[in-house]
């Protein structure tokens, strides 16, 4: 049975967050025994301090590690950030500088190579590492927040640091973002191992995520077997319609039981630009107008020279070859498939997205 169980913890204090773990022991560690191996997967996207809710805090990441050790199990623990760094500060990063037990390791999960699992939306693979069959379970670490691309970036979409980075700028292709969201579900269902979600919404983000929005308290941990769902609940957390978040448009069930009260919970955020003009608006003009000015309304990604220090990550990850350095990137707007990685990337925030003019003249 799919189930969500929301938690409400104000603040990073690991005492407090661990609680909710003991409290809720029997589910997250069903089917484990001791000495049974577990697989951590946080959300490591770039290397940025916890305060700016990039990346799963690592207050948050230690007390479900610690949790775990003390449950004896053996964790290993790691992750393929789009914009990658070294393992040696994969530690601190992650908030286990401190915890010393044979039991954890940090790992690349490269390290072992990728399995051929499925070949999924417009004939692209689903590759992920072989180290989930060494393991018996996987735990999926998300961070709440949006996403410019997908909407919002949670349990979901976390599992898309499992796909090999030279695999990721061919699958960001993909044009429509339903089926990029189908991508990202298959990868979900495509798992040799059951996952357990325990998602940190203390602090997420609203906005321009995945990198570049704005902190929110949200003060919840949810917890559930299924990430869908975990995504579902999240998006109510935030306030969001539903409706207008590709992942929720495809012909899959969303169904499973809540344990929380999670109209408690509610507190509405700001959309990603990407989505102030909603492509499922229910009124007549609106509706009209979007389908055929779409194109004249999205934002799209343009930089400040202020901030840019010519460091080349926006045109290395560019899955369209769109960017080139003149010494400040250029943008070819034919070859640019509004996937937005030069934004969610760019290690200085020099990569914007700019509204065009004719998105400022609709509202839904």
Known sequence: ???????????????????????????????????????????????????????????????????LLENNLKVLIGDMPGRSFGLSKYPEILGLTDVKNENLTIIDPAIEGFQDVKVSVKNNK?????????????YNLPKM???????????????????????????????????????????????????????????GMEGDGPTYGNPVKLNSIVISNDALFSDYIMSKIMGFNIKEIPLFQLDYKVDGEIDGDIEKFIK????????????????????????????????????????????????SKCSGNAIKLEPYPKFDRNKCVLCFCCNELCPEGAIYLRRRILSKFVKT
């Not at 169980?5 to 069903?30: M, T």
């Not at 697989?39 to 490591?44: E, H, Y």
């Not at 699958?171 to 990868?187: A, N, Y």
């Open 1 to 67: 049975m799919i189930k969500g169980i929301v938690r409400r913890v104000d603040s990073y204090d690991e005492k407090l967050i661990k609680e909710v773990f003991y409290q809720n022991r029997d589910f997250i560690l069903n089917g484990l025994k001791e000495n049974d191996k577990v697989f951590v997967k946080p959300n490591l996207l770039s290397y940025n301090p916890p305060e700016r809710a990039v990346t799963t805090h690592p207050i948050f990441t230690r007390a479900v590690v610690n949790f």
């Open 126 to 138: 689903i590759r992920i590492p072989k180290i989930l069959w060494d393991v018996k379970k996987m």
């Open 268 to 315: 509405p955020c700001k959309k990603p630009k990407t989505y102030i003009i909603s492509s499922s608006a229910t009124t007549g003009i609106v509706s009209v107008f979007y389908g055929l000015f779409k194109d004249y309304i999205q934002p799209i990604p343009d930089v400040n020279k202020d901030k840019c220090i010519k460091c080349g990550v926006c045109a």
């Open 145 to 203: 927040k949006t996403h410019s691309l997908t909407f919002i970036s949670g349990a979901t979409k976390n599992l898309f640091g499992l796909i090999p980075r030279k695999d990721r700028l061919e699958i960001h292709k993909i044009p429509d973002k339903k089926d990029f969201s189908r991508f990202l579900l298959e990868i979900s269902l495509s798992l040799p191992v059951e996952q357990i979600v325990i998602m940190d919404g203390i602090v």
